[in-house]
């Protein structure tokens, strides 16, 4: 049974940092997108950033230049690195692993909770 397990959101002031951490197990995920989504308040979940195995990165606009997505294929771990977090920013964040071959099945993370705020 597959299993993402999230970590690292929390409370910070604008132009502060978080590290999120999402660890999956159940299967082997080298033929699957890890990355990262967010859903603020009222609004629909976004993409943030994905990754495939080989280390290709994908970024939301708004988030280039201030988040960085890294991938530990061995340990099955996808990080969020987010610098100058703004109050925008503000959402819970879900990882997200979809297998990129036939079936392509989607897994989500429970969500883990960022604020930005001073």
């Known amino acids: 049974q597959v299993q993402l397990v999230e970590s690292g959101g929390g409370l910070v002031q604008p132009g502060g940092s978080l590290r999120l951490s999402c660890a999956a197990s159940?299967?082997?995920?080298?033929?699957?997108?890890m990355g990262w989504y967010r859903q603020a308040p009222g609004k629909q979940r976004d993409l943030v950033a994905t990754?495939?195995?080989?280390?290709?990165?994908d970024y939301a606009d708004s988030v280039k230049g201030r988040f960085t997505i890294s991938r530990d294929n061995a340990e099955n771990t996808v990080y969020l690195q987010m610098n100058s977090l703004k109050p925008e920013d503000t959402a819970v964040y879900y990882c997200?692993?979809?297998?990129?071959?036939?079936?392509?099945?989607?897994?989500w993370g429970q969500g883990t909770q960022v604020t930005v705020s001073s």
């Open positions: 997200n692993v979809r297998r990129i071959v036939p079936p392509f099945t989607i897994y």
């Open positions: 159940g299967r082997s995920f080298s033929t699957y997108i």
């Open positions: 990754i495939v195995s080989g280390g290709t990165t």
